[in-house]
């Protein structure tokens, strides 16, 4: 997606889409895919969306959170997990 084209699709999010974008985004078992599935937005917009929306304190402490977190990319996920995150993100999905 052109940079373009991501800034117009966060742009035209709603303010529950947003809320939604930033709670799936700190719940540690939520992928940045399902993020993807449920509201339509990349990982590099998922950053921009939280580097906008959060305190510079809190988007640093978010991504060093981040960083490395086999939990947050489906393909590092080691095949020992077993909850769902699309069970997750339907529950925060409703909270908006």
Same mark, same amino acid.
């Given at each position: 997606?052109?940079?373009?084209?991501?800034? #117009?699709? /966060?742009?035209?999010?709603?303010?529950?889409?947003? %809320?939604? +974008? $930033?709670?799936?985004?700190?719940?540690?078992?939520?992928?940045? #895919?399902? /993020?993807?599935?449920?509201?339509?937005?990349?990982? %590099?917009? +998922? $950053?921009?969306?939280?580097?906008?929306?959060?305190?510079?304190?809190?988007?640093?402490?978010?991504?060093?959170?981040?960083?490395?977190?086999?939990?947050?990319?489906?393909?590092?996920?080691?095949?020992?997990?077993?909850?769902?995150?699309?069970?997750?993100?339907?529950?925060?999905?409703?909270?908006?």
């Amino acid at each position: 997606m052109s940079h373009t084209k991501s800034l #117009e699709k /966060i742009t035209q999010l709603s303010a529950g889409d947003i %809320s939604a +974008v $930033i709670q799936m985004a700190w719940e540690d078992r939520t992928t940045f #895919e399902t /993020i993807q599935e449920r509201i339509g937005v990349s990982e %590099s917009d +998922v $950053i921009k969306i939280m580097r906008a929306e959060l305190k510079p304190d809190s988007f640093k402490l978010w991504r060093k959170r981040m960083k490395g977190r086999a939990t947050k990319h489906r393909a590092l996920r080691s095949s020992e997990m077993k909850f769902s995150d699309y069970a997750i993100a339907d529950h925060r999905r409703a909270n908006c």
